[in-house]
């Protein structure tokens, strides 16, 4: 299946995948690769570098908003094949390594089988490899506080809750935010569009995600680019607002 590849500015396109959005950032032919979607979605996330006029080579840093099997698919090969730095929160760090994992359990996704969306979710995610060791080797840490001196010059914002280091990243010079699953417009076992935490099932500690919703609302922007749903174009302030009153 091919990717659907959306410019939302110059330099920025998300990539719709199966099921879940990779981001590339681009300056001239050097990238910055924000998530890299599931261990199936490899072939897209080659052939979407090549559309934008880079290639897999050119990669500066894969940045991982959390470290869930359908966002780091692709990371550890980047960085064995062509020596990728990987970065991710410091309190991901270990989670990317498989120190240990925090993602939903096969028990819990068969109790909420009833739910609409959940079995053909659960079927496509086996399939994409979501259930696969995948681990990164040698993850590192942000650098520092502040702009990434990479491609796009995205700031990381910690917002914990869906995992302990889920990491969000602001690119305010054109009033975007990079929001992984902490905030998403959609999901296959949500039956609502638009902003919204995803289904309580995913969420390692729902009381953190939703606090972290402050964090989304003081962010400036008007372009949210969320880890599963179409893009949202609106106020990324009024968006979290809205994703806190769904949940309620």
């Known amino acids: ?52 006029g880079s290639s897999p080579g050119a990669v500066t840093a894969v940045l991982i908003t959390h470290a869930h099997n359908d966002h780091i698919g692709s990371a550890e090969y ?30 819990k996704v068969l109790r909420n089988a009833w739910r609409p969306g959940v079995v053909p979710w659960a079927v ?23 702009p990434l001196d990479l491609p796009g010059r995205p700031v990381p914002v910690h ?5 302990a280091g889920h990491c969000a990243f602001h690119l305010p010079d054109v009033g975007a935010v990079i929001s992984g699953d902490g905030l998403v417009s ?24 939703l606090a972290s919703l402050d ?9 949210l680019l969320p880890g599963h749903g179409p893009v949202h174009r609106g106020s990324v302030r009024e968006a979290a607002q809205r994703a806190r009153e769904r949940a309620a």
């Not at 959609?186 to 995600?209: C, E, I, K, W, Y």
């Open 124 to 146: 496509h995610t086996l399939r994409s490899g979501g259930t696969a060791h995948v681990p990164v080797t040698k993850p590192q840490p942000f650098p520092g506080e502040g």
């Open 186 to 209: 959609g999901h296959p076992t949500s039956r609502v569009t638009g902003p919204q935490l995803l289904p309580v099932m995913f969420d390692h500690d729902r009381g953190g995600a």
């Open 159 to 163: 917002t914990p809750g869906h995992t």
């Open 215 to 223: 964090v989304f609302e003081a962010l400036s922007g008007d372009v």
């Open 1 to 52: 299946m091919q990717a659907d590849i959306q410019q939302v500015a110059d330099g920025i396109h998300v990539v719709h995948g199966s099921n879940t959005n990779w981001v590339i950032l681009t300056e001239g032919n050097a990238v910055t690769l924000v998530d890299t979607g599931y261990p199936g979605d490899r072939e897209q996330v080659l052939a979407s570098l090549s559309a934008v």
């Open 78 to 107: 980047l960085s064995r094949t062509y020596g990728t730095p990987v970065f991710a929160h410091e309190a991901e760090v270990p989670h990317a390594r498989r120190d240990f994992l925090h993602q939903v359990t096969v028990g």
